[in-house]
């Protein structure tokens, strides 16, 4: 109509543009979101087990196949094993051998922004505002710190992302579920994850009175596609397996989150605050989507009693609050941030690139590597953290005592009752027919009394490892702020164990070690020989 001006009607569910200052401050608060983000996705890596999964890559490599026994121990030898990510570990193998660790490292950033990836898809599905996403990426990566790390998991995260968006958006397909699964299935078992998706979200159809045929469909596709893996139906025998294994009561990650840990005190609040919300929200009669909440609410159950599913809480809770919230106030959000920030542990020196040995005895172990012509050879206890790193490092041939997968998972609560007294150790080296003990350094200080030749006593704390390891069989010729090395005096050549053994200098020996000293019973030229061989072997940090 000529002379008339047609004026379109804002839909509610648009963006709300904010124009001038409060535009600056939205762009600075949406800043400050993805810097938050950032900082998790940058993380070095550390988790320890990333080097038996190399291990797992390097035969997989050489052998053209996918191992059905355990090959890496001496304590487990011929196994049974199903390796459930052998293809991660193929992939991992490969990033490391084109471009080192720092391949690795990129991989893992790549699929940390990978999975939340369809989280910011589905909230532009439903219209979130730009400071909305970008608060949802900052919550979720808080969530996600903690496998934040190169871990088998986040393909499970990407692809529970991926298919949370799909079921929001009311997509399903036989032949995407067998394909999505089949891929699924042999990278990581969190496909488990996706199919309890499948069950919230066809409940939640059935509720509603719609139609469940197309997401039971796509399920049935994804069963026959995680078929297509190498164990065949064996490969469900895994789940038995780690719900037998009492790992939460040796791993951390396996126990509730605490707010003492700087790992988990983000998701601890996230998980209070989440559930808090929605109880409030219900309390008001809020209407909230049916299979979003229940995904929110049952993963978020499962992260309260392990901090491993965190991130799939994250996932689901950061879709869902920002789906009910599209367009958050500057301030709060801006205040949100102000309190998650501190969360992030960046003070703790955790910026060593790209791979960060603070759970792995990485100098002891290198020792090993150097040593190797008189250490190679002998039955060497580990601890499991230290496992996947020493047989990466020795190389194919080398047996370790253990590591971190569920095989070993019985040892763990062998070993802590071996280092509980002297004639436990003495019986477990014995069965288990050990040369030595690379083991963390427990930091335990136990009383004893030296009776001096006039008759007098003096009482001193003496370290663990004093009485544990009796000097008559075992020498220590390795120590540093982690890890002790003992061995077996008849187990390695005379003249190597003169050249290696700490006769004087110890760790955590200092009052015993001060009196000798004042005593003139420690040779100067024997002790400043030990000063400088110990300066030397931990010389470089971690």
Not at 197 to 218: C, D, H, K, T
Not at 459 to 486: C, K, M, N, T
Not at 498 to 504: G, I, K, Q
Request: one cysteine or more; charged letters at 20%.
């Amino acid at each position: 109509m000529h002379g008339l001006h047609q004026v379109r009607t804002r839909d509610p569910s648009d963006p709300i543009i904010p124009k001038g200052s409060a535009a600056l401050k939205e762009g600075l608060v949406r800043a400050w979101a993805y810097a938050l983000a950032l900082v998790v996705c940058a993380f070095p890596f550390f988790n320890p087990d990333v080097f038996w999964h190399l291990s797992a890559g390097r035969w997989i490599w050489a052998h053209a196949s996918v191992p059905r026994a355990e090959a890496f121990s001496f304590t487990r030898a011929g196994t049974p094993w199903i390796d459930f990510e052998w293809l991660t570990q193929a992939v991992w193998y490969a990033a490391v051998r084109a471009a080192g660790l720092w391949g690795l490292w990129l991989l893992k950033g790549a699929l940390v922004a990978a999975a939340f990836w369809s989280v910011d898809g589905l909230l532009r599905d439903k219209r979130a505002s730009p400071l909305a996403r970008a608060a949802a990426a900052a919550f979720w990566a808080l969530c996600a710190l903690g496998v934040a790390d190169a871990r088998p998991d986040l393909a499970t995260l990407v692809f529970f992302a991926l298919l949370l968006r799909r079921l929001e958006a009311g997509k399903a397909s036989f032949l995407f579920g067998f394909a999505l699964f089949a891929l699924w299935a042999n990278l990581h078992a969190g496909f488990v994850f996706g199919f309890a998706l499948y069950a919230i979200y066809a409940a939640a159809a059935r509720v509603e009175r719609r139609p469940a045929r197309p997401i039971l469909g796509e399920a049935l596709g994804a069963g026959l596609g995680v078929l297509l893996n190498p164990y065949g139906l064996g490969l469900f025998e895994i789940f038995r397996a780690h719900a037998g294994a009492n790992t939460a009561r040796f791993i951390m990650e396996w126990r509730p989150p605490s707010p003492r840990n700087t790992f988990q005190a983000h998701l601890f609040f996230a998980l209070c605050g989440v559930f808090v919300a929605l109880v409030g929200l219900v309390a008001r009669r809020r209407r909230l989507p049916k299979a979003l909440t229940a995904a929110t609410v049952l993963f978020g159950l499962a992260a309260a009693v392990s901090a491993r599913f965190g991130a799939f809480f994250g996932t689901a809770a950061a879709a869902l609050v920002f789906v009910l919230f599209p367009q958050p106030p500057v301030f709060f959000t801006a205040l949100a941030l102000a309190l998650a920030t501190p969360l992030i542990p960046v003070w703790q020196a955790r910026w060593v690139y790209p791979f960060h040995s603070n759970y792995v005895a990485r100098r002891a172990a290198e020792f090993v590597v150097r040593e190797k012509a008189a250490l190679g050879d002998l039955r060497l206890f580990n601890t499991y953290e230290y496992g996947g790193y020493l047989g990466w490092r020795m190389g194919p041939d080398y047996r370790v005592f253990g590591d971190g997968r569920y095989l070993f998972a019985d040892q763990l609560p062998e070993t802590q009752d071996a280092i509980a007294a002297p004639e436990n150790l003495a019986r477990f080296a014995e069965r288990e027919r050990l040369d030595g003990f690379l083991i963390a350094d427990y930091r335990r200080r136990y009383p004893t009394q030296r009776l001096y030749p006039d008759g007098t006593r003096k009482s001193f704390q003496r370290p663990w490892y004093w009485f544990l390891f009796p000097g008559e069989r075992w020498a220590l010729v390795y120590w540093d702020d982690q890890a002790i090395l003992v061995v077996d005096r008849a187990k390695v050549p005379a003249a190597w164990l003169a050249a290696h053994e700490y006769r004087w200098l110890r760790p955590g020996d200092d009052a015993a070690f001060a009196d000798a000293l004042a005593r003139g019973e420690i040779p100067r030229d024997a002790l400043a020989a030990e000063t400088a061989r110990h300066a030397a072997e931990t010389a470089g940090g971690l």
